[in-house]
């Protein structure tokens, strides 16, 4: 399997575009976590996924974001309209079972910068 | 809530010297603990976790981890460091009543020096 897979690896964006970043988890993995880092406030959980249900939106900065899992094998993660203030490296995860079960896989993150 | 404090931000060793880095944990029960290592431009990569059992748990790319309860402590060590071990290092607790939830720590970046 070739891993969490993310798209794009970088972006640069406007501030008040639409941005949208994608995410293949591994096959067969039942959750999808999607994170955020930042200098400032470290990795930060955003949502996750179980079976392509979300389950807990609760680290969700505001309704400019929203993610979506139409199916097993794509997520897509949505800041509209996008701030500078997003600037951040998103990661995308994954894990056969709950993570302190088995260990979650990272994707190698996109860069998003927002000017 | 759980939380995760590494107090050091940045360390700096020579190649072939021991390696500790500190973690210390936050959280009313048996913690679930973790370290990951993040290289630049790369995801989190898990080196070990602890559950339950014995106290010292092996890694991968010969990291180990000692689980302190009385020091709300767990600390990560390896003997001899490599250049190819310069990277960013996160420890991670997660809580039993939030198996979906980790808290990482803010991170501790270690640079190897030949």
């Known amino acids: 399997d070739a891993g969490v897979i993310q798209s794009p690896r970088h972006e640069v964006t406007e501030m008040g575009q639409e941005v949208t970043l994608r995410c293949k988890p591994i096959s067969g993995h039942d959750y999808l976590f999607w994170y955020r880092q930042t200098m400032m406030r470290g990795l930060e959980l955003l949502i996750y996924?179980?079976?392509?249900?979300?389950?807990?939106d609760s680290g969700m900065p505001e309704d400019r974001f929203s993610a979506k899992m139409p199916n097993a094998s794509f997520s897509t993660l949505k800041i509209q309209p996008s701030e500078p203030r997003d600037s951040a490296v998103y990661f995308c995860?994954?894990?056969?079972?709950?993570?302190?079960?088995?260990?979650?896989?990272f994707g190698q993150g996109t860069r998003l910068t927002v000017v | 809530a759980q939380s995760v404090t590494q107090p050091d931000i940045h360390i700096t060793v020579s190649e072939g010297a021991s390696l500790e880095l500190r973690c210390n944990y936050s959280y009313g029960a048996t913690p679930y603990l973790f370290w990951y290592v993040q290289s630049p431009g790369q995801g989190l990569q898990l080196l070990l976790k602890?559950?339950?059992?014995?106290?010292l748990v092996q890694g991968i790319k010969g990291f180990e981890a000692e689980f302190k309860r009385s020091q709300s402590s767990f600390n990560l060590r390896k003997p001899s460091v490599h250049w190819s071990d310069a990277a960013e290092y996160f420890c991670a607790v997660g809580a039993w009543s939030n198996d979906y939830k980790l808290s990482f720590g803010a991170g501790t970046t270690v640079t190897v020096r030949a």
């Open positions: 602890y559950f339950s059992g014995d106290t």
């Open positions: 996924f179980n079976n392509n249900v979300p389950i807990d």
């Open positions: 995860a994954s894990s056969p079972r709950g993570v302190l079960n088995t260990e979650a896989f």
